[in-house]
């Protein structure tokens, strides 16, 4: 067996393992801005992930179906229904899942205070941690000056979201198809574009401040795509990304410590043991 032979037989192992549930054990999961109903949207990563882990409590931070896009154009994959299906069986099982309606997802704002299926909708809420830390989660479109202050403008953006998303997409097949890692081409220009910066300092400064005023220790929003956790003024900003580019998501073990978890790194460490794995039993072969 050559070394690509190799390579291909612990790709195909590596996917058939993929399936298989591992347990990752958290007190509480926040993952928002799924965009179930966009192509953009990643839903297999998102049920990796969701098969993978379990916790007390799961907290859906806002825009995880997309009314707008749906409105637009119909996408609906089967993967986007398994989500919803697992999310339903999570909560049967006994899972706390709790839905805070973002921007994106703003008709389901009418049922905030209703349970359906056993999700609770609710608008802004503290979450009390497991160290007695106590953090405001919500989406955080309330604090966007641009959603706040011109729909239309918001809107455009979006549009153009979606087709930077798309040849996003297509840069990936290829850059899959060469041997090249994940590269967030949106990602990249949303850094890269100063506005944009500025536009997620003062979200993330917003967001602490509202925290402060509310007398918490924390926030726990999503809303700008973009994973963090970081102190403001003595405020600890938690952002717990996305499932379209960074696939990310906040979680608290059982001491109350909360950390971000990266899905593609994850992974990738997975694939990788998996392949040093199989090239292991290769050479114990005696020749
Ligand atoms: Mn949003």
Redesign the pocket.
Known sequence: MNARDNFMSAGKQSKSLLKKPKSMRFRTIWIS?VHLGTSGCQASRLLEFLKATESDVLYLV??IVDGWQLRRRWYWHQTHNDVVQLVLKKAKKGTKVIFVP???DEAIRQFIGLDFGGIKIRDELIHTCANGKRMLVL???RFDGVIACAKWLAYVGDSLYTMILKFNQYLNAWRARSGLPYWSLSQYLKLKVKNAVSYITSFETALAEEAKKQGVDGVIC??IHKAEIREINGILYCNDGDWVESLSALVEDASGELRLIDWHEVMLRWEQSQFLRTEEEVCAVPA
């Open positions: 801005d806002g825009d973002g921007n994106h989406h955080g479109d999503g809303h």
